[in-house]
């Protein structure tokens, strides 16, 4: 079973709306969250880089006042999208690492903001 | 800086079909290469890797070896199934600000048919 949740997995929104991405680690203690970005048949793009309860660290280019994380719990962190524009629309996924070889990508949440 | 170079797909093949996904990569130091699967709907899995030069990785009848002269990773599997049909991503694992980041390819869709 799956051992990174993902929510939602799919998000509609409009233009000028904020949007909150739930990661969450089912059963393993995520030290460090990572956030990537997809655009169709493209790679994954690392946006950010968390630790529990410290500031993330953004990838250049990333704005960090747009894309806001949290990494309040060691298995929980949230990408908040904030005044989300049709240029966000993409594929988010998150990356739990508990450390070693304990990590997993989450499932994938697709936003489309018109 | 660090990157990772794969085929473009898709790549289209009848079952039981000798298959090859061709990786190159540019990285400083010694990265540890991996391929990761990502099945319709679902996330990233990891599907095999090496850590050091010369290292072969294999799982579920797919294999890599880590080339250093030539700064390859080609993933391979000798007959395919239809259920082999997914996206193939290769990624290296470096060390920049501290984390271990995971630097992905373009993806490589393949189509298995019957």
Known sequence: ?114 | GDSVTQMEGPVTLSEEAFLTINCTYTATGYPSLFWYVQYPGEGLQLLLKATKADDKGSNKGFEATYRKETTSFHLEKGSVQVSDSAVYFCALRGVSGGYNKLIFGAGTRLAVHP
């Not at chain 1, 894309?67 to 005044?83: E, K, R």
């Open chain 1, 1 to 114: 079973g799956a051992v990174v949740s993902q929510h939602p997995s799919r998000v509609i929104c409009k233009s000028g709306t904020s949007v909150k991405i739930e990661c969450r680690s089912l059963d393993f203690q995520a030290t460090t969250m990572f956030w990537y970005r997809q655009f169709p048949k493209q790679s994954l793009m690392l946006m950010a880089t968390s630790n529990e309860g410290s500031k993330a660290t953004y990838e250049q280019g990333v704005e960090k006042d747009k894309f806001l994380i949290n990494h309040a719990s060691l298995t929980l962190s949230t990408l908040t999208v904030t005044s989300a524009h049709p240029e966000d629309s993409s594929f988010y996924i998150c990356r739990a690492d508990g450390g070693g070889e304990t990590q997993y990508f989450g499932p994938g949440t697709r936003l489309l903001v018109l």
